[in-house]
C-alpha cells in the first residue's frame, strides 16, 4: 500500500536558517507528491507539489524535488522566516484511487 | 469564489449528545473529504465521496460516526451518542477530478469538537 514517511520533529530554527524535512514515501505506480501546510488555526492549504520524477515543485521561497531513485521528496527553504512557523505535511495521491495518503506532519518553530 | 465552509467553527458538548458537522464543498469539486486531527493520532481520513456517492469509509471509527451527502453542496459528518475521545478538530475537504488541479485538496477552517 501507499505510505509517506516524515522526519520527526519538532524543528526549532532561528530566523534566516535553512531548511530541510525529509520525506520518503511507498507507493504503487507513479505517484504525485504534495507538501501541505498548517498555519496555527487554519486549515490545511497546498503548498507545492510535483507529478512526475525530476519535477520540482516550487512556492513562497521552498522548493522540493520528486526524487524517484531514492523516493523521497524532501522539502526546503533557504532562508527560513518567523511567519514560516507551521506543521508541514508530506502528502502523495497514486492511481486511481483519489485519496491522498499523509504523513503524521511536522512542526516547524522559527525564532526571531 | 468561495472556499470550504464548515459549520459549527467551535462546538463544546456533553457526553451521549448527537453531534452534526456541516461542510459546503467549493462549487464544482466532485471529491468531498472529511478528516479528523488529533495530538496523538494526527490526521486521519475518515470517509470521502465521489459524486454525492461514499467511496471509502474505512477510517469512520465505529456506528457512532456517520457522514451523508445528499447535494454536490453539502455534506454532513455526524456522531450519535458522542464521547470524551471523540474530541478533535474535524476538517472538510474538497477536490476537481482532472485538469492542472489535479490531486489539490482545498480545506475548510475546521470544525473544533469538545466532548465533556
Known amino acids: 500500500g501507499n505510505s509517506v514517511t516524515q522526519m520527526e520533529g519538532p524543528v526549532t530554527l532561528s530566523e534566516e536558517a535553512f531548511l530541510t524535512i525529509n520525506c520518503t514515501y511507498t507507493?504503487?505506480?507513479?505517484?504525485?507528491l504534495f507538501w501541505y501546510v498548517q498555519y496555527p488555526g487554519e486549515g490545511l492549504q497546498l503548498l507545492l507539489k510535483?507529478?512526475?520524477?525530476?519535477d520540482k515543485g516550487s512556492n513562497k521561497g521552498f522548493e522540493a524535488t520528486y526524487r524517484k531513485e531514492t523516493t523521497s521528496f524532501h522539502l526546503e527553504k533557504g532562508s527560513v522566516q518567523v511567519s514560516d512557523s507551521a506543521v508541514y505535511f508530506c502528502?502523495?495521491?497514486?492511481?486511481?484511487?483519489?485519496?491522498?495518503?499523509f504523513g503524521k506532519g511536522i512542526t516547524l518553530s522559527v525564532r526571531p | 469564489d468561495a472556499g470550504v465552509i464548515q459549520s459549527p467553527r467551535h462546538e463544546v458538548t456533553e457526553m451521549g449528545q448527537e453531534v452534526t458537522l456541516r461542510c459546503k464543498p467549493i462549487s464544482g469539486h466532485d471529491y468531498l473529504f472529511w478528516y479528523r486531527q488529533t495530538m496523538m493520532r494526527g490526521l486521519e481520513l475518515l470517509i470521502y465521496?465521489?459524486?454525492?456517492?461514499?467511496?471509502?469509509d474505512s477510517g469512520m471509527p465505529e456506528d457512532r460516526f456517520s457522514a451523508k451527502m445528499p447535494n454536490a453542496s453539502f455534506s454532513t459528518l455526524k456522531i450519535q451518542p458522542s464521547e470524551p475521545r471523540d474530541s478533535a478538530v474535524y476538517f472538510c475537504a474538497s477536490s476537481k477530478s482532472g485538469g492542472p488541479s489535479t490531486g489539490e485538496l482545498f480545506f475548510g477552517e475546521g470544525s473544533r469538537l469538545t466532548v465533556l
Open positions: 465521496f465521489n459524486n454525492n456517492v461514499p467511496i471509502d
Open positions: 507507493a504503487t505506480g507513479y505517484p504525485s
Open positions: 502528502a502523495l495521491r497514486s492511481g486511481a484511487n483519489s485519496k491522498l495518503t
Open positions: 510535483a507529478t512526475k520524477a525530476d
